[in-house]
Nanobody, 116 residues
Framework: QVQLEESGGGLVQPGGSLRLSCAASGSPASLIVMGWYRQAPGRQRELVAM???????NYEDSVKGRFTISRDNGRNMVYLQMNTLNPEDTAVYYC??????????WGQGTQVTVSS
């Protein structure tokens, strides 16, 4: 059974930064790809960034150059450093993982609000 626990969300002003963390537990075979999705009010859930245990990454176009995903394989952790945040980044951010690039397991989500 895979469990994911996110932390690090909150309220930040436009132009600010936040760092999300996600702790995963479960079989290593289930944690090959880890990452983040988000869902804003009235919008569909969308990919933010994903990272393979070997280091390959995939980013949604609107966050390229502003967000950086990283992971600590030894600790089963994944991080999302978010810089230059804008109100359009406001959403619930979900930690995800799975054996392939298609998410299988989801965390409960953490709220990120960008507002002055």
């Amino acid at each position: 059974q895979v469990q994911l626990e996110e932390s690090g969300g909150g309220l930040v002003q436009p132009g600010g930064s936040l760092r999300l963390s996600c702790a995963a537990s479960g079989s290593p075979a289930s944690l090959i790809v880890m990452g983040w999705y988000r869902q804003a009010p009235g919008r569909q859930r969308e990919l933010v960034a994903m990272i393979h245990s070997g280091g390959a990454t995939n980013y949604e176009d609107s966050v390229k150059g502003r967000f950086t995903i990283s992971r600590d394989n030894g600790r089963n952790m994944v991080y999302l450093q978010m810089n230059t945040l804008n109100p359009e980044d406001t959403a619930v951010y979900y930690c995800i993982t799975g054996p392939t690039w298609r998410p299988v397991y989801w965390g409960q989500g953490t709220q990120v609000t960008v507002s002055s």
